[in-house]
């Protein structure tokens, strides 16, 4: 039995742990969010009306664009007005980037999302004017030549923008820099992303790669002032080799217990990130943003390998769930966090395939999770998961006089039986639902899109006290109001 009947909220979950990253690569935004206003398939301003209505379905905060690596090399007055020029897209695949899709169709996207912009800079083939200018372009709103440009080009509004990233990945795609070097060069570059009329931009730093411990610490010994946030990327890779990174759905038992294995290294990684954040930035002020993370396979067989385009099964599901769980618990630091990516690459929302679409299960886990957002953390006896601890994990919160408890079975063969004593009796139960499939293997495809898809989850209760049975490899939301 979890004993909730005393609990008390610690602090509360960013809805911005949801968030998602798009960047140039692949078929992400070309086909996956972009076919143009003259396509064939359904489309709101050249956006395809079929992922924004899934998206929105599952709350999208905020989407972090164009890149990843792209951002490095990308030049955003080549994707604004009616002269787009195109360019090489070397990180990915080689292929001719169009910049049909460029800073106005972004925040088109974010208008159909109602969605928060996180745009990240390039610093490392970039120049200080370019970003100062693009900044410019987006936020200024009297007669000055950038702003008069993006009214040109019929914006007259500036755009609103949230989130400001200097670089992406500095130590390697961005520009190969030693952290002192990088530590400079952010200095420098984000004197000039400046805050125009009422528009405030959150700065952020490029962070760690993964266990790089010593980037975080000469970045906050050196740059913690001038920054709102520093980031950090893991991927989840079953083998923790990038030459040989395994199937998505071609797998064993030991890739499915490994993958959870190296996935649940996110907790020690933010522990110990935030351990040096605290020792320069006791009062939190800075975020650590998880703006890439996910599962990361060899790409699916048939496919452009520079397209990254892969599968999604039940392990990814609970992937998903158990770093949501750990953003959950370490939401006093961690604010914002953003899947890789939101359609067709690595772990996606969404796959496409010309005018078709399908859910992946980590889409289902996300929507299954939407009450979290902007809940009030419920820390748990001991701050642990009590009889979830051998092979399972669950997360607690309270919004709007309800209480959402999420469930991660990861265990292949061995149930869970769930029960929690609750602070107030239960007055109504407002969701149940659990996520599992048929086999760890099995995941949607084009003909068959609801292998893996949520169902009704039997709950049972008793006054103050709420039981339910987990299958193997679910993950499961159960919702009450209590009086
Ligand atoms: O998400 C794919 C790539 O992974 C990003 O472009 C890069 O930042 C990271 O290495």
């Known amino acids: 039995m979890i004993d909730l009947s005393a609990s008390a909220s610690t602090h509360r979950i960013d809805r911005r ?14 086909e996956g969010v972009w076919v143009g206003a003259d396509s064939g398939i359904p489309n709101k301003n050249g956006i395809r009306t079929d992922v924004v209505d899934a998206l929105r379905h599952i709350k999208v905060p905020l989407v972090r664009w164009p890149g990843g690596c792209f951002a490095d090399e990308y030049h955003w007055l080549k994707g604004v007005g009616d002269e787009r020029q195109p360019m090489v897209n070397t990180h990915w695949g080689g292929v001719v980037e169009s910049n049909e899709f460029g800073t106005h169709e ?5 208008d159909q999302l109602d969605a928060e912009a996180y745009i990240n800079g390039n610093v490392g083939s970039g120049t ?7 900044v410019e372009y987006m936020t200024l709103d009297h007669t000055a030549p950038m702003a008069e440009l993006r009214k040109r080009h019929g914006r007259e509004q500036p755009f609103k923008l949230e989130f400001f990233g200097v670089g992406n990945e500095s130590w390697g ?9 990088y530590a400079n060069q952010y200095r420098q570059f984000q004197t000039y992303v400046r805050n125009y009329g009422d528009n405030r931009i959150s ?4 962070g760690a790669n993964s266990d790089d411990y010593e980037w975080t610490e000469v970045l906050m010994a050196r740059a913690a002032g001038h920054m709102d946030g520093l980031s950090l990327h893991y991927y989840t890779l079953p083998t923790g080799d990038w030459d040989a990174k395994g199937s998505a759905t071609d797998f064993d038992e030991h890739g499915w217990y490994e993958t959870i294995r190296q996935t649940r290294r996110m907790d020690e990684l933010l522990t110990r990130h935030s351990a040096i954040m605290d020792t320069y930035d006791p009062a939190k002020r800075v975020s650590l943003i998880v703006d890439e993370w996910g599962t990361w396979y060899d790409v699916e067989q048939g496919t452009n390998p520079g397209f990254l385009y892969q599968q999604s099964t039940m392990r990814d599901a609970l992937v998903a769930a158990l770093n949501l ?7 006093a630091r ?6 890789a990516q939101m359609v067709n690459v690595l772990q996606a929302m969404l796959l496409t395939d010309g005018s078709r679409m399908v859910k992946t299960p980590t889409y289902h886990v996300f929507d299954l999770y939407s009450d979290h957002q902007d809940a009030d953390f419920v820390g748990l006896p001991g701050g642990g998961a009590g009889a979830f601890d051998s092979h399972g994990d669950v997360t607690v919160s309270r919004k709007d006089g309800a209480l959402t408890i999420s469930t991660a079975n990861w265990h292949l063969e061995r149930g869970i039986d769930a029960a929690f004593d ?13 996520l599992t499939s048929a086999a760890p293997t099995v995941h949607n495809t084009f003909d068959a899109p609801d292998a893996v898809r949520p169902v009704e989850l039997p709950v049972r209760i008793d006054g103050r006290t709420l039981r339910f049975e987990l299958p193997p490899r679910s993950v499961a939301t159960v919702r009450v109001g209590q009086r």
Not at 17 to 30: K, N
Not at 106 to 110: A, G, N, R, S
Not at 128 to 134: G, P
């Open 106 to 110: 972004y925040f088109e996207l974010l």
């Open 128 to 134: 200080v004017a370019e970003m100062q200018d693009w």
């Open 173 to 181: 795609c961005g520009g190969n820099m030693l952290p002192l070097h």
């Open 422 to 434: 609750l602070p107030a009796n239960v007055t109504e139960v407002l969701r149940a639902e659990v």
């Open 325 to 331: 769980n750990i953003f959950h618990r370490h939401g």
């Open 334 to 339: 961690v604010r914002m966090a953003n899947i």
């Open 17 to 30: 742990v949801y968030g998602q990253f798009a960047e140039h690569l692949g078929r992400c935004i070309y």
């Open 203 to 206: 700065k952020i730093a490029c």
